[in-house]
């Protein structure tokens, strides 16, 4: 009987197991060890696309344990169901429950127990295997401390280089192909086996490469060409998507913009996750933006409302961590123009001339305006420096030093609230002090209450000023001042990114490839 030459989609596989292209990872020994031992779960987790499922699926065939097979997914509502009543169920044979990390804590409470028990057991007649993100095995072990010694956490991590090359020669081979931008491919793949998969199908599709060849063929694509190529499909998938996570839940189009430098940050972490809280003091920029949607929820909100955005991101607010979890997905976002999907989605601009959009400098007496305008800014997505919430940054600093930069400079714009305890405090004088140059160019905003002795304040009154009337609605005034103070950082953004256009300042380069 003739044989038949493979087929392209089996050998660089989008879906499925791959035959003629798997390829061991670093951690399949350890995992094969674990899966013969009697009574040991089993917890891989990682990014989506390195291939723990592939490599579970081989090493459980490989340890004999495939003739009775349960396959359960946290994302199948049914699945879900009898995840919860597995220890009801036993003898299991061999068991793999796939996302594990959207199963509700008490299903993952349930597993703990189970696993427990199949371990004091030394049980051969159960395996269990549950496959999650990065700090799956974690978030299981919180369940019961005494998990540790009795379940094998295995983490997959990126895959060395070597191995994906590897990956690549085999498919030339079943293929009888040179893939003349396998180097390209390596490197854009960052230790993902599905984007290696990916990019080198597309290669041979564009090269009318559809099977097997007779003759030993070569490939003649640019990878330029290949990626955009792949983009162009993504984009028809993920867009929309992107889209809605990055706007958030409203549009602020002179905000921080903090859901798309989420995604942005993802975009350029190797794990394909990060801790929200911890990016957050990296970018000083972005510090109060980001915190204020995620302590106040917006983000999970944000993540839970859509099932689109659920299909490709996952948000665990416990720990505050923000992961992709579909390979196509995390190779459409880094490879975004950032800077011209920020202008498609709104902003007026995603880089910012200052740390702050504004400063408060007040008399203690004035706290109450102070804290008003400061949670209204940070609702409308805007960066405030507010002495009340630095506290533990200024601590064993040196305050003046700490403090003088950001009325100098660091702010776009100083807010002065002028009331009659203004001229009496040390403190006050000495951030009046730092940025009263700036009063000729426009960049100090007083606000003048009623309550301050007649005359006090003449010289800032004879700028652009509010007149702030203790007597009048205290609400209707800090939202009408919102929408003034909105409308002067809309303003300077607006001019910033005009003159980053004409190559005066700035734009967001997309995210370069990391080794």
């Given at each position: 009987m003739e044989t038949q030459p493979n087929q392209l989609q089996e050998v660089f596989v989008l879906s499925g197991v791959p035959e003629h292209t798997f390829v061991q990872p670093v951690e399949y020994p350890r995992l094969l060890v674990a899966l013969r031992t009697a009574g040991r779960s089993i917890v891989v987790e990682g990014p989506s696309g390195i291939g723990k499922t592939t490599a579970v699926m081989k090493a459980i065939s490989e340890a004999g344990l495939d003739e009775k097979i349960i396959l359960l997914s946290g994302r199948k509502s049914d699945d879900v169901a009898f995840i919860k009543d597995l220890p009801n169920q036993l003898p299991l044979g061999t068991v793999l429950i796939d996302d594990f990390h959207r199963l509700s804590d008490g299903a993952k409470r349930s597993i703990?127990?189970?696993?427990?028990?199949?371990?004091?057991?030394?049980?051969?007649?159960?395996?269990?295997?549950?496959?999650?993100?990065?700090?799956?095995?974690?978030?299981?072990?919180?369940?019961?401390?005494?998990?540790?010694?009795?379940?094998?956490?295995?983490?997959?991590?990126?895959?060395?280089?070597?191995?994906?090359?590897?990956?690549?020669?085999?498919?030339?081979?079943?293929?009888?192909?040179?893939?003349?931008?396998?180097?390209?491919?390596?490197?854009?793949?960052?230790?993902?086996?599905?984007?290696?998969?990916?990019?080198?199908y597309h290669t041979c599709l564009r090269s009318n490469i559809f099977e097997e060849q007779a003759e030993r063929s070569t490939t003649a694509e640019s990878y330029e060409a290949v990626k955009n190529h792949v983009m162009e499909a993504l984009s028809r998938t993920f867009h929309d998507t992107a889209m809605a996570f990055a706007r958030g839940s409203k549009l602020r189009r002179e905000g921080r913009a903090p859901y798309l430098h989420l995604l942005y940050w993802v975009s350029l972490s190797n794990s394909w996750s990060i801790n929200v809280h911890r990016e957050a003091d990296r970018h000083p920029q972005q510090r109060g933006s980001v915190s204020q949607v995620a302590t106040k929820g917006f983000l999970q909100e944000l993540v839970a409302a859509s099932k689109d955005i659920q299909s490709v991101i996952h948000y665990d607010s416990t720990n505050a961590t923000l992961v992709v979890q579909d390979p196509q997905f995390v190779f459409y976002i880094r490879n975004l123009s950032w800077s011209r999907f920020a202008q498609e989605i709104g902003y007026i601009?995603?880089?910012?001339?200052?740390?702050?959009?504004?400063?408060?400098?007040?008399?203690?007496?004035?706290?109450?305006?102070?804290?008003?305008?400061?949670?209204?800014?940070?609702?409308?997505?805007?960066?405030?420096?507010?002495?009340?919430?630095?506290?533990?940054?200024?601590?064993?600093?040196?305050?003046?030093?700490?403090?003088?930069?950001?009325?100098?400079?660091?702010?776009?714009?100083?807010?002065?609230?002028?009331?009659?305890?203004?001229?009496?405090?040390?403190?006050?004088?000495?951030?009046?002090?730092?940025?009263?140059?700036?009063?000729?160019?426009?960049?100090?905003?007083?606000?003048?209450?009623?309550?301050?002795?007649?005359?006090?304040?003449?010289?800032?009154?004879?700028?652009?000023?509010?007149?702030?009337?203790?007597?009048?609605?205290?609400?209707?005034?800090?939202?009408?001042?919102?929408?003034?103070?909105?409308?002067?950082?809309?303003?300077?953004?607006?001019?910033?990114?005009?003159?980053?256009?004409?190559?005066?300042?700035?734009?967001?380069?997309?995210?370069?490839?990391?080794?």
């Open positions: 703990a127990d189970l696993m427990k028990t199949l371990a004091d057991e030394s049980a051969a007649h159960s395996k269990l295997v549950v496959l999650g993100i990065t700090n799956a095995g974690q978030s299981l072990l919180a369940f019961g401390k005494d998990l540790a010694n009795r379940i094998e956490v295995i983490p997959f991590e990126a895959n060395p280089q070597f191995k994906i090359e590897q990956l690549l020669r085999q498919g030339e081979a079943a293929l009888n192909v040179d893939i003349n931008i396998v180097d390209e491919i390596s490197k854009a793949a960052q230790g993902s086996f599905y984007i290696a998969q990916m990019l080198a601009s995603i880089e910012f001339p200052s740390q702050y959009d504004f400063a408060l400098s007040f008399a203690g007496s004035d706290r109450d305006i102070a804290e008003a305008i400061f949670n209204e800014l940070s609702e409308r997505e805007l960066e405030v420096f507010y002495d009340k919430n630095e506290q533990h940054r200024i601590l064993a600093e040196d305050v003046e030093e700490y403090l003088g930069p950001i009325y100098a400079s660091d702010a776009a714009l100083v807010i002065c609230i002028l009331g009659p305890d203004y001229p009496k405090r040390i403190w006050t004088k000495f951030e009046s002090n730092q940025f009263k140059s700036r009063f000729s160019s426009g960049e100090v905003i007083p606000i003048v209450l009623n309550t301050a002795p007649v005359g006090v304040f003449d010289d800032a009154a004879k700028v652009g000023h509010y007149g702030w009337n203790r007597e009048r609605d205290f609400g209707e005034q800090v939202q009408e001042l919102a929408e003034l103070l909105v409308g002067k950082c809309r303003e300077i953004r607006a001019r910033h990114a005009n003159d980053a256009e004409s190559g005066k300042g700035r734009c967001l380069a997309r995210p370069p490839h990391t080794t």
